[in-house]
């Protein structure tokens, strides 16, 4: 039986930032197209970009026309974050500047930690509290934690930050190393920030018919291939293009909203604000393994025996974004 939608009275007003930009055009048609929201949903973007590229966006819009998708009611178009962000369910912040080869995420910072000041107050007198929003725009976790900072109308939990990129980046490769199916493997988690020192965990993971992954794959592979692969992905994919991941970006931001907005069986990872599990100091947006479900409401899954390996690697990317939350508290101040 067809899913019924979120809202039967009215489409989902969902905002997306930096829309002419590379993700949003691969994502506007997983929105538009009823991927994320389910297949019954109606949408009406709210699309923002700065004044420049309103032209370039116009030509966005154009293409979403063509499209032709049944479940597209309205787009609306604006440079002015307060008008992008008014009565929005969703907002996507994908609007800030990308990286470069030979830089790290978190050289972003200076350079896009206003924008996320100036959203965040767009967003707290516009937006309704009930707002489910995803940052996307690097550093992605430091970034919403600036957000949640000038954002304090909106539930900590409601802001959320994309790590689901690198949990999908983590399933893909035990399934290629395994020659195993994809869809058999589960329970792989990514923890902390988004970033160079995330530690993608697949010690509580496991392939159905085959077994637990920490048999499956020693801790050798673990620590030399497989953690810093995923780790440097992001690197590695602009290293090839020249121009950072934009596909696959846009595939896990449509994951994330899908599995918190419509709920998934699975354990998920997004970078949420700490409640203190796991000994992460309380608001950092770290990314933890989640159970979502539907209507937008999700849990830290508690109580995950976490070995010696698995605390050091915890340690590390957690102490980054103390580092990280301390920095951009300094800039804004
Ligand atoms: N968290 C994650 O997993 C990932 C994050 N990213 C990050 O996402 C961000 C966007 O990436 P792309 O779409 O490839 O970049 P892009 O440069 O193609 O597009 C960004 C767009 O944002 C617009 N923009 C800049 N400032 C804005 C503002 N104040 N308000 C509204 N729009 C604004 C720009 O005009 C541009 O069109 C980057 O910061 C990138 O590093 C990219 C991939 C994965
Ligand atoms: O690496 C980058 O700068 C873009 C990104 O966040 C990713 O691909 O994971």
Redesign the pocket.
């Known amino acids: 039986m067809a899913e019924t939608p979120l809202f039967s009275d009215r489409p989902i007003n969902v905002c997306v930032?930096?829309?002419?930009?590379?993700?949003?055009?691969s994502l506007l048609p997983l929105i538009a197209g009823g991927k994320v929201f389910g297949p019954q949903q109606q949408v009406s973007l709210r699309l923002?970009?700065?004044e420049?590229?309103l032209p370039?966006?116009q030509g966005v819009v154009m293409e979403l026309e063509d499209c032709a998708f049944p479940l597209l009611h309205s787009v609306f178009t604006t440079?002015d974050?307060r008008e992008?962000f008014r009565s929005c369910d969703v907002a996507v912040l994908?609007?800030?500047?990308?990286?470069k080869q030979g830089m790290e995420?978190k050289d972003?910072l200076e350079k896009?930690a206003?924008?996320f000041k100036?959203?965040g107050e767009a967003l707290n007198t516009e937006a309704g509290a009930n707002v489910r929003v995803i940052?996307?725009?690097?550093p992605?976790n430091t970034?919403a934690y600036i957000l949640k900072h000038f954002a304090p109308n909106i539930p900590d939990k409601n802001i959320t930050?994309?790590?689901?990129?690198?949990q999908n980046r983590a399933v893909s490769l035990v399934a290629r190393k395994l020659g195993v199916p994809l869809s058999k493997v589960s329970d792989v988690y990514v923890w902390g920030n988004?970033s160079s020192t995330q530690y993608p965990d697949v010690l509580h993971g496991s392939v159905e018919g085959k077994g637990k992954l920490s048999y499956l794959l020693d801790k050798s592979y673990l620590e030399e291939t497989f953690i810093p692969t995923i780790q440097k992905r992001?690197a590695a994919v602009i290293a090839a293009r020249k121009?950072?991941?934009?596909m696959?970006?846009a595939n896990?931001?449509g994951d994330h909203l899908h599995d918190w907005l419509l709920g998934s069986d699975r354990i998920v990872s997004m970078s949420v604000a700490s409640d203190g599990s796991y000994g992460i100091e309380k608001g950092t947006i770290f990314s933890f393994p989640l159970r979502c479900s539907r209507g937008g409401t999700y849990e830290i899954v508690k109580g995950l025996q976490l070995d010696d390996f698995s605390q050091r690697y915890i340690k590390i990317t957690a102490d980054e974004l103390y580092a990280e939350k301390a920095e951009a508290l300094a800039l804004l101040s």
């Open positions: 930032t930096g829309a002419a930009g590379q993700i949003a055009y923002l970009e700065i420049a590229a370039s966006l440079s974050a992008a994908l609007g800030a500047f990308p990286r995420r972003l896009n206003g924008i100036e959203q940052v996307v725009g690097n992605a970034n930050a994309l790590t689901r990129l690198d988004h992001g121009m950072s991941s934009a696959s970006a896990a931001v």
